[in-house]
């Protein structure tokens, strides 16, 4: 069964405090993995989408990195303004279906 | 990107009732999603609204509990029919522009909050 974690649940840090969120996959075959944004009341937002380990995509202070059972978000002196649920999502090769799984989401607190 | 809006916003419906929710985009698309996302978890993939034809369900997921239509390409229903207080919860409906195998990015709509009493 494809699976999606995320650690830590939360996450809490100062402004300009630099930390690393991780995503745990367990999937047959992986045709993608996102990252997304997802404010309180929202839809979630598209941040990136990685396809194969060793791949890296920044955006202004976000990173993220794939492996081949992991991804990071990094986030480099964060604001207040980046506080947000981060979800990391897999899609797996199936013959039918989509097959989006979404992890539960880390919940990050920037404090200024 | 996409602008997406749902309606309604929320609402609050009885038990044994059907809610219809409407998806609309404000340029054509490929694909169009359908989501739930319960009180505090993350978000599952009720199924691919097909623009003329039916829709594909994923696992766990009916035609008969939740039935989608997609008249065209900007738009579609989901209805969620004969509630119980399980199926209190937010549906989101995303789009993405592409229709490659692997899709860069989905755009969500804002929600539809339901809640079954």
């Known amino acids: 069964e494809d699976q999606v974690t995320q650690s830590p649940e939360a996450l809490r840090l100062q402004e300009g405090e630099s930390s690393s969120l991780n995503c745990s996959y367990t999937?047959?075959?992986?045709?993608?993995l996102f990252w997304y944004r997802q404010d309180p009341g929202k839809g979630p937002e598209f941040l990136f989408t990685?396809?194969?380990a060793g791949e890296e995509k920044e955006k202004e202070r976000l990173k993220a990195t794939l492996t081949k059972k992991e991804s990071f978000l990094h986030i480099t002196a964060p604001k207040p303004e980046d506080s947000a649920t981060y979800l990391c999502?897999?899609?797996?090769?199936?013959?039918?279906?989509?097959?989006?799984?979404f992890g539960p989401g880390t919940r990050l607190s920037v404090l200024p | 990107s996409a602008v997406i809006s749902q309606k309604p916003s929320r609402d609050i419906c009885q038990r044994g009732t059907s809610l219809t929710i409407q998806c609309q985009v404000d340029?054509?698309?490929?694909?169009m999603f359908w989501y739930r996302q319960q009180p505090g978890q993350s978000l599952t993939l009720i199924a691919t609204?097909?623009?003329?034809?039916?829709?594909?369900?994923e696992s766990g997921f009916v035609i008969d509990k939740f039935p989608i239509s997609r008249p065209n390409l900007t738009f579609s229903t989901l209805t969620v029919s004969n509630m119980s207080p399980e199926d209190s919860s937010i549906y989101l409906c995303?789009?993405?522009?592409?229709?490659?195998?692997?899709?860069?990015?989905?755009?969500f709509g804002p929600g539809t909050r339901l809640t079954v009493l």
């Open positions: 995303s789009v993405a522009p592409s229709s490659e195998l692997s899709y860069n990015e989905q755009f």
């Open positions: 999937v047959s075959g992986l045709r993608g």
């Open positions: 990685l396809y194969s």
């Open positions: 999502a897999v899609q797996a090769r199936r013959n039918y279906g989509q097959n989006f799984v």
């Open positions: 340029s054509q698309v490929t694909m």
């Open positions: 609204a097909n623009q003329g034809s039916e829709a594909t369900y």
